[in-house]
C-alpha cells in the first residue's frame, strides 16, 4: 500500500503563501487522480483541488485564481502551491490518492493556518 505524507503546513499571515507537498512512499504514476481536500472545524472535509494522471487539474470556487496543484512523478510528489490566502483558508489539508477500482488512499493531515 502506498503511504501519502503531507508537508508544509504552517501559521500564515493573510495574504500570504504556503506550498504543501505530499510524498508517496510508491509510485504515484499509476495514480488516476491525485487531490487536496481541507476541513475546517466543524465542517466537512471538502475537495480543493484535483490533478488527473493526464494533468488536468479542477479547483474549488473558492480558490480558484489563487492556489495551483501539480505532481512531479519522478519524485513522486504533488504539491499544492496556495497564494494570496485568506482566514477562510485556515483548516487540516489532506492528500488523496486513486487508482480506480484498486486504491483509495489519504494522508494524515496537514494544518494550515492564516491568522494576523
Known amino acids: 500500500q502506498v503511504q501519502l505524507v503531507e508537508s508544509g503546513g504552517g501559521l500564515v499571515q493573510p495574504g500570504g503563501s504556503l506550498r504543501l507537498s505530499c510524498a508517496a512512499s510508491g509510485s504515484i504514476f499509476d495514480m488516476n487522480a491525485m487531490g487536496w481536500y481541507r476541513q475546517a472545524p466543524g465542517k466537512e472535509r471538502e475537495l480543493v483541488a484535483s490533478i488527473s494522471s493526464g494533468g488536468s487539474t479542477n479547483y474549488a470556487d473558492s480558490v480558484k485564481g489563487r492556489f495551483t496543484i501539480s505532481r512531479d512523478n519522478a519524485k513522486n510528489t504533488v504539491y499544492l502551491q496556495m497564494n494570496s490566502l485568506k482566514p477562510e483558508d485556515t483548516a487540516v489539508y489532506y492528500c488523496?490518492?486513486?487508482?480506480?477500482?484498486?486504491?483509495?488512499?489519504w494522508g494524515q493531515g496537514t494544518q494550515v493556518t492564516v491568522s494576523s
Open positions: 488523496r490518492g486513486v487508482i480506480y477500482g484498486r486504491y483509495d488512499g
